[in-house]
């Protein structure tokens, strides 16, 4: 039996990943709540590390930077009045980088955030942060309904375990499902931050 295609692959419609010089990168719900708070993500660290090195990357090149905020429950899952709710701190916006507040998981949804993108005038979007099967997922399929085109960095983003009927799907598991769905029609995948930088 062949090796399956992408549902862009059998439209024609792939496309190659984006380069730091020609695309914004977003970077979503990088906040403490992922880290000490009521959903601390395994293998959070090394998604870190990853973020890092291209966040780093990008201020090199002069890549526009946007970076997502969720805006949780008040003294609840990611306060935006406590220290749960704040950017972690190696990841933290710098002065000039556009930051995007949102309540709900996609990052269009009530937000500015495709104005800001307009302004700043790429289609081609990098996008990593937390969690995959929830804020990064909705994200990447708004993406496609505004025409933008997404590069995802698969361990540049991370996830919990979740319950599945009587058992556990591990962050591993869910991760690995979630990367091949979005790669299926919504975004090129690239396995490490080293393929962009």
Do not use: W
């Amino acid at each position: 039996m062949s090796r399956p295609q992408t549902l862009l692959q059998i439209t024609g419609r792939s496309y190659a990943p984006a380069s730091l010089q020609n695309a914004c990168l977003i970077i979503i719900d990088a906040q403490e709540e992922y880290r000490s708070g009521l959903v601390p993500l395994p293998g959070l660290d090394a998604a870190v590390g990853e973020i890092a090195s291209l966040l780093s990357a990008a201020r090199a090149a002069g890549t526009s930077i946007v970076h997502v905020k969720h805006l949780g429950v008040p003294d609840g899952f990611l306060d935006p009045r406590g220290p749960r709710g704040r950017f972690l701190p190696e990841l933290a916006p710098h002065p000039g980088e556009v930051v995007v507040e949102k309540r709900l998981p996609n990052a269009f949804s009530g937000t500015d955030l495709h104005d800001r993108l307009q302004a700043l005038g790429h289609l081609d979007l990098i996008i990593c942060g937390f969690m995959t099967h929830s804020s990064i997922s909705t994200t990447v399929r708004a993406c496609k309904d505004y025409g933008y085109r997404c590069t995802l960095v698969e361990t540049a983003c991370a996830t919990r375990d979740l319950p599945c009927g009587d058992g556990v799907i591990s962050a591993a598991d869910l991760h690995r499902a979630e990367m091949a769905a979005l790669a299926d029609n919504f975004a090129a995948v690239v396995p490490h931050a080293a393929a962009l930088i």
